[in-house]
Every structure is written in structure tokens, then in C-alpha cells.
T-cell receptor, first 112, second 117 residues
Framework: QKEVEQNSGPLSVPEGAIASLNCTYS??????FFWYRQYSGKSPELIMS????GDKEDGRFTAQLNKASQYVSLLIRDSQPSDSATYLC????????????FGDGTTLTVKP | GAVVSQHPSRVICKSGTSVKIECRSL??????MFWYRQFPKQSLMLMAT?????????EQGVEKDKFLINHASLTLSTLTVTSAHPEDSSFYIC?????????????FGSGTRLTVV
């Protein structure tokens, strides 16, 4: 079992729809959770971080964390073609000294 | 905000030569830098963790004599690919965390696309 698992996709949604990206992790000691966006040919950029159970909203993005289920998700409302990218889930545990473990990423395509 | 500069952005070199990639934190002290490699349509692969003033910690399967990492100051880490071969062609990306902020996510450099011919 991978430490951080994501559906590889591709996920395709129409413009204006809600895109839902999911991630599960195996280490119950995980404390910090992140979503990165990576455009093709570019390096990743941090878009959301979440540390406690519940929802965290930032503009059109909402991160959701459920530690009991070891599940973290990212919702993108009013999806735009510019949101088309690969989204990487990353997790930091107590024991790895700040080293993030990344999922393989989910590729999202938003169709005009 | 935290800015990480990575150079060069693109390099083409001949097989057997060495290539140095620089990663600089411009507005913060990067106590830890990470070096990743990413092949087309694949995920990030952590190569090594670099702490200022100490030897890098390499991930299993990464040859430390081939991928030389130096982190001599709090703002600069370098990765040297020695005796490069075509199979080393990849996208190399550094990331950095600042002191006391290791749980706050990474700032990535813009990446270096290495092509070995």
C-alpha cells in the first residue's frame, strides 16, 4: 500500500462544475496535509494546506480533512480551463522531520 | 512570500560530462532543501534531503557519488549530476523549507530540464 494514494485520473469536468479530488494516507500519525498544483512542464506550487479536521476554504478551493478516515480532499468550485493541471496531495508525519510524502497526482481537465 | 530560484531552467549536455544545478532561497533561510526528479507523466521522486552544513541524506536507490549535493549555506544548495548519461535526462526540481516552518509546505524552484545527448 502506498503511503499517499490518489486516483490518477484523468478527471474531466465541464467549465463551471465542481471538481472533486481525493487522497488517502496510511500513517495515522500524519499531521499536515497539502495540495499542490502542477501545470505541464512546470514545478508544483502550493495551493492549500490543512491541519485539523473539517473544511478550509480559500476562494474557489476547499480542502477537507477527515483524520478518522485518513482522507483528505480538494474541491474546486466553478472550475475554469486554467485549473487544468495535475494536483498532488502531500502529507507530513511526526516522524519524518518535515519531509513530505507525495501522492502520484490526479490530472484534471476542465473542458470549456 | 518565499521565493526559490533554480538555475539553469534548461540544459543540454553531452554524455559523460557533469552538470551543476543551483537552488537558492531568495528571501528566507532554507534550513532544509529537497531534490526531486520527475520523468514525463510520472510523479515526483525524492532523491535526497539536504540540511545546511551537513551531508545530504539520499533515498534508497539514488547513487550519492553520481548525484552530488552540497548545501554550504542557508540560501544555496547545488546538485551536480556527474558523468551524465541519456537515462539521467529528466526534470530536476528543488524545494525548500525555512527554519521553524517545516510543516507549512514547500516552496519549489522552477525546475531544471536536463537533456543528455
Amino acid at each position: 500500500q502506498k503511503e499517499v494514494e490518489q486516483n490518477s485520473g484523468p478527471l474531466s469536468v465541464p467549465e463551471g462544475a465542481i471538481a472533486s479530488l481525493n487522497c488517502t494516507y496510511s500513517d495515522r500519525g500524519s499531521q499536515s496535509f497539502f495540495w499542490y498544483r502542477q501545470y505541464s512542464g512546470k514545478s508544483p506550487e502550493l495551493i492549500m494546506s490543512i491541519y485539523s479536521n473539517g473544511d478550509k476554504e480559500d476562494g474557489r478551493f476547499t480542502a477537507q480533512l477527515n483524520k478518522a478516515s485518513q482522507y483528505v480532499s480538494l474541491l474546486i468550485r466553478d472550475s475554469q480551463p486554467s485549473d487544468s493541471a495535475t494536483y498532488l496531495c502531500a502529507v507530513i508525519t511526526n516522524t519524518n522531520a518535515g519531509k513530505s510524502t507525495f501522492g502520484d497526482g490526479t490530472t484534471l481537465t476542465v473542458k470549456p | 512570500g518565499a521565493v526559490v530560484s533554480q538555475h539553469p531552467s534548461r540544459v543540454i549536455c553531452k554524455s559523460g560530462t557533469s552538470v551543476k544545478i543551483e537552488c537558492r532561497s531568495l528571501d528566507f533561510q532554507a534550513t532544509t532543501m529537497f531534490w526531486y526528479r520527475q520523468f514525463p507523466k510520472q510523479s515526483l521522486m525524492l532523491m535526497a534531503t539536504s540540511n545546511e552544513g551537513s551531508k545530504a541524506t539520499y533515498e534508497q536507490g539514488v547513487e550519492k557519488d553520481k548525484f552530488l549535493i552540497n548545501h554550504a549555506s542557508l540560501t544555496l544548495s547545488t546538485l551536480t549530476v556527474t558523468s551524465a548519461h541519456p537515462e539521467d535526462s529528466s526534470f530536476y526540481i528543488c524545494s525548500a523549507t525555512r527554519r521553524g516552518h517545516s510543516n507549512y509546505g514547500y516552496t519549489f524552484g522552477s525546475g531544471t530540464r536536463l537533456t543528455v545527448v
